[in-house]
């Protein structure tokens, strides 16, 4: 089992940054890739990045020139910069680690989610 603690959401204007952190503790081994997640209201979670332990990254066109993923894997955190912050991107993010060590199809987990609100 793995889980997934985040912090950093919050109350920011648009064309302002933030910086999200999650830190992984438990079977941190056996992750394979974390990521971010959001869902915003009455729309489906989405991918926003996430990077693999090869150092290989996926962005959501949305954000690919705004948001930066990085990863401690020392530390176990991955953490997302956000950049020229848009009220389109206000949702509540979520911390996400995958692993395939227990399963070949896959294991998800999940932080409980922090929000970021972009609003004047």
């Known amino acids: 089992q793995v889980q997934l603690v985040e912090s950093g959401g919050g109350l920011v204007q648009p064309g302002g940054s933030l910086r999200l952190s999650c830190v992984a503790s438990g079977s941190t081994f056996s992750i394979n890739a974390m990521g971010w997640y959001r869902q915003a209201p009455g729309k489906e979670r989405e991918l926003v990045a996430a990077e693999a332990n090869d150092g290989s990254t996926d962005y959501a066109d949305s954000v690919s020139d705004r948001f930066t993923i990085s990863r401690d894997n020392a530390k176990n955190t991955v953490s997302l910069q956000m950049n020229v912050l848009k009220p389109e991107d206000t949702a509540v993010y979520y911390c996400?680690?995958?692993?395939?060590?227990?399963?070949?199809?896959?294991?998800?987990?999940w932080g409980k989610g922090t929000l970021v609100t972009v609003s004047s």
């Open positions: 996400n680690a995958v692993s395939y060590f227990y399963s070949a199809s896959g294991m998800n987990y």
